[in-house]
């Protein structure tokens, strides 16, 4: 919540706004952003001076595809135990979720970290644990460095880790919306640093700011984006210069690269992103599910699996659409019936909108 302090500092930051007399429309990357946008009546406020924030593919649960649902409950009716966050094991997949097959006496288990799924790979030597592994360049590390550990060889994951930067130069290069600027999620550039981004504002001229989670901080960073417009200006700036580094943390990226390479990869609501999801380097392919289990998952190679009937979470992941635009949203999806992922995850935009509108 504000303190009387921010209040004031808010109000200042709205009214430069007012006065700069804009109208346009940034995209976010981040559902802490949306959170925090809100609960604390920021969209409101910011709409009001003439600034629209969307929220783009900044879930890492919601932009996970329907055919990774679908190769972790087939590895599940296997009788493999399935290990997850429990927003993951929620989505529901062509039929249904990974939590549901546990009503028909299957081990899906939900963890808090991955260190989790290996204490139980430890104290389960003679079954197959495999750790769905959800998550952007912050998520990433930790995976890296539990395989850098030599975890047991009847522990696996199924990589489905993404990379932010090629998402955001793809909603560009599709020209669907105009977006006239970014705001960068700051959990990211702590890891990844600023540089990263920079190339949107070279070639694509877009501003761009990257920022905390606090209400000040989006405000922020919505007057230094506006700032960077009215003098036609586009860089990358940091207003998040309390815990991003120029240079990021180089220990983090230092694990990503001997652990992973980049691959193409499709995630929900888009077609394949070029150089955008993460894989196994061949050192650590014994950990890779996708080939352990190539047998049995081979017949799903070949097959297309479609979005859940209604659900239009892959348009608002690319910020054409807002929660209320679907004819589900609090309707027949709801969080404790959801349809689609972008209601299940608390980063979710349909999540979070009904949980503060309900509308």
Known sequence: MFSLKDKKLSKKIIQQI????????????????????????????????????IQGPGCPVCVTTPREIEEMIHLAKQGHIITSYGDMINVPGQHHSLRYLRTEGHDVRTVYSIEDAVSLAEQKPNKQIVFMAVGFETTAPSTAAVLLNNPPENFSILCCHRLIPPALKAIVEMGEINIDGFIEPGHVATIIGVHPFSFLSETYHIPQVITGFEPIDLLMAALMLVKQIKNDKPIIQNEYTRAVKE???IVAQQLLKKVFSRENKEWRGFSTIPSSGLKLQSAFQKYDARIKFDEELRHLKNQTFSEPKGCRCGELLRGLIIPQDCPLFAKTCTPSHPVGPCMVSDEGSCHITFKYTKS
């Open 247 to 249: 240079e990021g943390n």
């Open 18 to 53: 007012k006065d700069s007399n804009v109208s346009l429309t940034f995209m976010h990357v981040c559902g802490t952003h949306q959170d925090s946008l809100m609960k604390n009546g920021l969209d409101s406020l910011l709409k009001e001076a003439g600034v629209t924030i």
